[in-house]
């Protein structure tokens, strides 16, 4: 079983529709999730960060987090071209910090918002 | 907000010859930064965890030898690829966790990249 684990996609949706992107993983002690959106050619750049179970909204991104499921999803609302991007889901595993402090990334799901 | 700057953007060298990326926290102290690669459509994978003033850690599977790892300072972080061959060409990105956020749950913050393609 992978560590993260993400549906490659494409995912497509209409401008204005709501995108869903889920990731899976597979420590239980991971503590915390991060969403990244990483465009063409170009660097991860931080969208969300999640540790506690529940939803944390910010803006039209709201990142959901069940450990006991063992799932995070994001959710981007009013959905606009300009989000056409692959969406990494990152996990830290370690429960320590300093140096063993290591993301683990999943393979990424690619969205196009259709204008 | 923190900035980690990474140069060169992009690099085409010869097989055999050896390459230099920097890696830079532009506002803020890093004492770890690590260092990702990236194959076309695949996932970032990392490959070592610098450490200012000591050695780095690398993942299993990355030779220590050739991608040589400097941290000499708490601003800069360096990845020679020595003896560089086309199954090198990938996308490197460095990242950094520091600065005034800095806590045990704080992102990482990533460079640029820098794209190398070896002929």
């Known amino acids: 079983q992978k560590e993260v684990e993400q549906n490659s996609g494409p995912l497509s949706v209409p401008e204005g529709a709501i995108a869903s992107l889920n990731c899976t993983y597979s420590?239980?002690?991971?503590?915390?999730f991060f969403w990244y959106r990483q465009y063409s050619g170009k660097s991860p750049e931080l969208i969300m960060s999640?540790?506690?179970?529940g939803d944390k909204e910010d803006g039209r991104f709201t990142a959901q987090l069940n450990k006991a499921s063992q799932y995070v999803s994001l959710l981007i609302r009013d959905s606009q071209p300009s989000d056409s991007a692959t969406y990494l889901c990152?996990?830290?595993?370690?429960?320590?910090?300093?140096?063993?402090?290591?993301?683990?990334f999943g393979k990424g799901t690619l969205l196009t918002v259709n204008p | 907000g923190a900035v980690v700057s990474q140069h060169p953007s992009w690099v085409i060298c010869k097989s055999g010859t050896s390459v230099k990326i920097e890696c830079r926290s532009l506002d803020f102290q890093a004492t770890t930064m690590f260092w990702y690669r990236q194959f076309p459509k695949q996932s970032l994978m990392l490959m070592a965890t610098?450490?200012?003033?000591?050695?780095?850690?690398?993942e299993q599977g990355v030779e220590k030898d050739k991608f040589l790892i400097n941290h000499a300072s708490l601003t800069l972080s360096t990845l020679t690829v020595t003896s560089a061959h086309p199954e090198d060409s990938s996308f490197y990105i460095c990242?950094?966790?520091?600065?005034?956020?800095?806590?045990?749950?704080?992102?990482?913050?990533f460079g640029n990249g820098t794209r190398l393609t070896v002929t």
């Open positions: 420590d239980r002690v991971s503590q915390s």
């Open positions: 990152a996990v830290r595993r370690s429960n320590s910090g300093g140096s063993n402090y290591k993301l683990t």
């Open positions: 610098s450490n200012e003033g000591s050695k780095a850690t690398y």
């Open positions: 990242s950094a966790r520091g600065g005034r956020e800095s806590s045990y749950n704080s992102p990482l913050h």
């Open positions: 999640i540790y506690s179970n």
